[in-house]
């Protein structure tokens, strides 16, 4: 019970991998409010996670906010703080993924993936360190294997994901001295509705190249972002897989490249 009484705000907590997060912390005896866009989503795992509450004197509730409108995301901080005060932890998992043809993707969807991926992370933690940085806390942003590999078929995901990463390893760096701790988590393919919708638009070539690595459930990847939190890891990669390629494309990225072409070509 290493997170009793402590305040966590998940966004993205109606689905997947923030689901499977606020079970554990619910598990764990934390007060935890979810956040997303659609409502009945949001209720419906509300009453989900609420049967893993460890006690009755916790908290679960919801908040239906659009991550990537800033003005919401800042009145829904000056609300939290007036009825709550300050959280100690906050899960920023909300986000979506278009892979696709560069050349197919419309403009448009760059520009959305980027507003929700990469600014809903950037307006949550705008928002709350203000008040978090009285107390200390702790702040994970989620990026991805794709966060750190370009990888085809991601020309609107990756930038996002890697902005995500540059933008944590800065603010891990700069918060230090609030004894705000960052860690970024960078799942492999992991079995939830946005994998789902993904298989169902993403072209062969990517894939063959993600057929490689294999997919993780949510609830072990929110299990291995848990422990790396308990150890303050900065960069917590779920899997044996998703580690391999992490340590491969920083030493051996042109034999990464090569291992990437090569599944590229079969469909040429
Ligand atoms: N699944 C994978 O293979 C995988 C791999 C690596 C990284 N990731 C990353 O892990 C995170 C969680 O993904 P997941 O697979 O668990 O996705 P998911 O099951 O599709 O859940 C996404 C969550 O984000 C919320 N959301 C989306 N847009 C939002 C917005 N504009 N404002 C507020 N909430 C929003 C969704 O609810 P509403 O739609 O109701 O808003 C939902 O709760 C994402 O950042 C994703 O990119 C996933």
């Known amino acids: 019970m290493r997170f009793v009484g402590k ?4 966004t993205g907590g109606s689905s997947g991998i923030g689901k499977s997060a606020a079970k554990i912390f619910a598990k764990e005896g934390a007060d935890i ?25 916790q908290g ?36 979506i993924s278009h892979p696709g043809y560069f050349e197919e993707i419309p403009y448009e969807v760059f520009q959305r993936v980027m507003d929700i991926d990469f600014f809903g992370v950037v307006g949550m ?7 978090m940085k009285e107390r200390g806390g702790y702040i994970v942003n989620i990026s991805s294997i794709a966060g750190f590999l370009g990888v085809f078929g991601y020309s609107a995901y990756c930038p996002a994901k890697f902005a995500v990463f540059g933008f944590s390893q800065v603010l891990r760096s700069e918060l230090k001295k609030y004894n705000i701790h960052v860690s970024i ?19 062969e070539e990517t894939r063959a190249i993600s057929g490689n690595a294999g997919v993780m459930s949510p609830d072990d990847v929110a299990k291995v972002m848990v422990n790396g939190m308990l150890r303050s890891k900065p960069v917590i990669v779920p899997g044996l897989n998703g580690k391999f390629v992490l340590y491969a494309s920083r030493w051996i990225p ?9 599944e590229i070509k079969r469909f040429s």
Not at 88 to 93: F, K, L, Q
Not at 125 to 131: D, R, S, Y
Not at 254 to 262: A, D, H
Request: glycine share 2%.
């Open 7 to 10: 305040k966590v705000i998940i």
């Open 33 to 57: 409010t979810i956040v997303a866009r659609r409502e009945n989503v949001l209720q419906e795992a509300v009453s989900e996670i609420s049967s893993h509450l460890a006690s009755k004197d």
């Open 60 to 95: 679960i509730d919801y908040k239906s906010v659009d991550v990537s409108d800033w003005e919401k995301v800042s009145a829904f901080a000056s609300e939290y703080a007036s009825n709550r005060g300050a959280p100690d932890i906050i899960i920023n998992s909300a986000g």
């Open 125 to 131: 933690c705008k928002a709350f360190v203000p008040l």
């Open 185 to 203: 988590l960078c799942p492999p393919d992991t079995d939830t509705p946005q994998l789902e919708m993904e298989n169902k638009i993403k072209p």
């Open 254 to 262: 042109s034999v990464v490249e090569w291992v990437m072409n090569r």
